[in-house]
């Protein structure tokens, strides 16, 4: 019989950890919904102690999702896992996860603490939040560069406390599969007590090997994969969800396990994180890129016509690919709109929410004849960003651009119920619009990425606009979609500076928490 391979997902957590990804409430609610629907068996939704608003959007998820596991991060210190224990208490299945650096460098440097003050904190911390819940995981920080042996005692002590899951991080992509695979295998081997607890990794992706060394842990018995929908994460990233698990799933002749996620949700649960996150899925990425299932040379489109599993060893529909859907039109009605956002995971928190929605696709659908999940999704998201931000509102935008002159923009923008008006020229037009903004609500920050999309396919297709700004080593990423693509990248840089304002911090965490 297949064992199961355990999908945690940790596109909350650790994939909002990317810098400018981070998500609102109501977008980790959407996600989560999504990920449900995926049928991944761990959510991680989030970091409980990171801010009143991480909390908040844990509890929520941990009220509302019932088919999958809900976990909460936590520093090996009482407080986190306190909050911890109470966001995710309502919970149909809770998981309290607890962790504490082990390598010998994080020890020296980042905690001060020695190897024996490590394993009675992170004994500590297991005991605690095994008196909240009977799913307690437990990772030693950086394992990938940490001492075997200390290892093997420090996770013998964690499994008699009362851990029940047993992660494994190469948190800085430092090793290589082989390498990591030994290692897993060894202390499986070597923790008298490695029986009472599933062994599970956690990579990162720094040097491009995140998926090699989850699967390689897995060919030695791992039995749990941390990962996140395409890849997001810290620095470089995260082993991909969608990799890890098509691989293991086409490749049954190697794998003796296989995992319970409904592949035909991963394609539409990439779009939904891209559109939320603002990050573009590149089109060469495995899976769920633009190109993954597109074939360019005559050879193999000859092959692939003749024989589709010449050149294609998975079917595109297994993952999700289908044309875009055609769901909604301007004749559409109230009760269509509202059937289909439920249909897509979007669910509105009151009439007034939906119909100011319906609204705003109604105000689409005059200049755009065909209306797609795409199109509705970032649609929702933008309507999310502006109740979250209100500080400042885009009023109208005025824009010249000619041959041989230079391109000018006046805004006006509403400023907390006061309307502003600014203009300014520029190298083009969306320069002269930022400039514009610029001089009416002064920002002081950098420029760190603009980037374009558009939603779906046709020259009426909405533009889907991503910036970044860095401000006192702050990173906010802001989004906006229009049809007009100068409209949105207005959008998006309100949007983004909405975000600077902000008052809410969330801390990182692994900034060291131990008490």
């Known amino acids: 019989m297949t064992d199961r391979l355990i999908v945690f997902d940790t596109t909350l957590r650790d994939g909002e950890q990317s810098p400018g990804a981070s998500m609102t409430a109501d977008e980790k609610m959407r ?21 009143p608003g991480d909390f908040e959007a844990v509890q929520r998820i941990a009220k509302q999702v019932r088919e999958s596991t809900i976990c909460g991060l936590a520093r090996a210190n009482a407080r986190d896992v306190d909050l911890a224990a109470d966001a995710v208490k309502p919970a149909e299945s809770p998981r309290i996860h607890t962790f504490i650096a082990t ?30 819940t009977g799913d307690v995981e437990f990772s030693p ?19 008699d406390a009362g851990a029940t899951t047993i992660n494994i991080p190469d948190t800085v992509g430092y ?18 007590n490695s029986d009472k607890a599933i062994f599970s990794v956690h990579c990162h992706n720094d040097l491009g090997m995140a998926v090699a ?23 470089a990233g995260n082993a991909s969800l969608e990799e890890i698990v098509m691989a293991v799933r086409t490749r049954q002749d190697f794998f003796d396990c296989d995992t319970n996620i409904d592949s035909t949700q991963i394609v539409p649960a990439s779009r939904l994180v891209s559109t939320i996150t603002g990050f573009p899925v590149q089109p060469n990425k495995a899976i769920v890129g633009a190109n993954a299932f597109a074939h360019e040379a005559g050879i193999h489109q000859d092959g692939v016509l003749k024989n589709r599993e010449t050149y ?8 999700g690919w289908s044309a875009n859907k055609l769901v909604l039109g301007k004749h559409s009605g109230r009760t ?9 995971g979007i669910e509105f928190e009151s009439k007034v929410d939906r119909d100011e929605a319906f609204a705003r696709f109604k105000t689409l659908a005059d200049k755009k004849h065909e209306i797609f999940d795409e199109d509705l999704i970032a649609l929702v998201s933008e309507s999310d960003s502006e109740q979250v931000n209100e500080k400042l509102q885009l009023v109208s935008l005025r824009v010249c651009s000619a041959t041989g002159e230079i391109p000018k923009a006046v805004v006006t923008l509403n400023i907390e119920g006061t309307e502003e008006t600014g203009s300014a020229t520029g190298d083009g037009v969306v320069d002269a619009s930022y400039k514009a903004v610029e001089s009416i609500a002064p920002s002081k920050s950098n420029l760190l990425l603009y980037s374009v999309n558009n939603i779906t396919t046709g020259t009426d297709a909405q533009g889907e606009v991503s910036v970044r700004l ?24 309100v949007n983004a500076l909405n975000r600077l304002n902000q008052s809410q911090y969330s801390v990182h965490p692994q900034l060291s928490g131990t008490e």
Request: glycine letters at 6%; one cysteine or more; hydrophobic letters at 40%.
């Open 103 to 132: 390598s010998p460098i994080h020890m020296r440097e980042k905690l001060r603490m020695s190897p024996e003050q490590v394993l009675e904190q992170a004994v500590l911390s297991v005991k605690q939040a095994r008196n909240s």
């Open 470 to 493: 860095e401000k006192d080593g702050r990173i906010v990423n802001g989004n906006g979609a229009a049809t007009d693509i100068v409209i949105a990248s207005v959008k998006a840089y």
């Open 141 to 159: 920080e950086d394992a990938g560069r940490s001492d075997e042996d200390f290892l093997c005692r420090l996770l013998e002590a964690v499994i």
């Open 213 to 235: 060394n989850s699967l390689a842990a897995v060919l030695k018995g791992a039995r749990q994969v941390e990962c996140t929908v395409n890849g997001l994460g810290e620095r």
């Open 175 to 192: 090793t290589m599969p082989s390498q990591f695979g030994e290692l897993i295998g060894n202390l499986m081997e070597r923790i008298p």
């Open 336 to 344: 269509a709109f509202t059937k289909r956002l439920s249909d897509l």
């Open 312 to 319: 294609e060893i998975m079917r595109a529909e297994d993952v």
């Open 31 to 51: 996600l989560a919904r999504q990920l449900e629907r995926l049928r991944v068996d761990v959510i991680e939704a989030g970091f409980p102690a990171a801010s």
